[in-house]
């Protein structure tokens, strides 16, 4: 701190304190915790941020792009609310899709997040894949979700 006035009864240890919480949440902290600190707090503060993050969770229970419909839940899939029959990694291949809307999605971005590989195995696994999911999500719709884009990958867009 500098030179500032301290507010009247405010010791220094409390205002040391208040700098460090303050210098805590602008670090990008979302709490702070004091010590000494009484378990019971902890917990309280544990048993707060446990809530938030399960109703954050609660919210992202179904994806959609366009007429799209995903539904992370009961792991269905609706087109124009018709129900497709995906094959699981077609399912995984189209939520990462669906969770990047918008945005170019590379091969080795897939490979990595769908497959689990962190090498390039230099097969068609996904063009071969990224086939079936157009066949089945854009089948007899006029407009088309699932584009690719040459020499960079796959995008799910609305905007096509």
Do not use: C
């Not at 915790?33 to 009484?38: D, N, Q, S, V």
């Amino acid at each position: 701190g500098g030179g500032g006035k301290r507010p009247p009864g405010l010791s220094l240890g409390a205002v040391g304190e208040v700098e460090a919480r303050v210098g805590g949440l602008r670090a990008g902290g979302d709490d702070y915790l004091g010590k000494p600190f009484a378990f019971s707090e902890l917990l309280a503060r544990l048993e707060s941020l446990l809530r938030r993050v399960a109703t954050a969770t609660e919210q992202t229970t179904s994806l959609r792009a366009g007429d799209l419909e995903m539904d992370l839940l009961a792991r269905t899939v609706k087109r124009d609310s018709q129900l497709l029959d995906l094959q699981p990694r077609e399912f995984r291949l189209l939520e990462y899709l669906m969770k990047h809307a918008g945005q170019v999605v590379t091969r080795t971005m897939l490979l990595e997040q769908v497959w689990d590989y962190h090498f390039d195995p230099q097969t068609n696994v996904i063009d071969v894949h990224i086939s079936r999911l157009r066949s089945k999500i854009d089948k007899d719709v006029p407009k088309q979700l699932l584009q690719t884009v040459r020499g960079a990958g796959y995008i799910l867009s609305e905007d096509s």
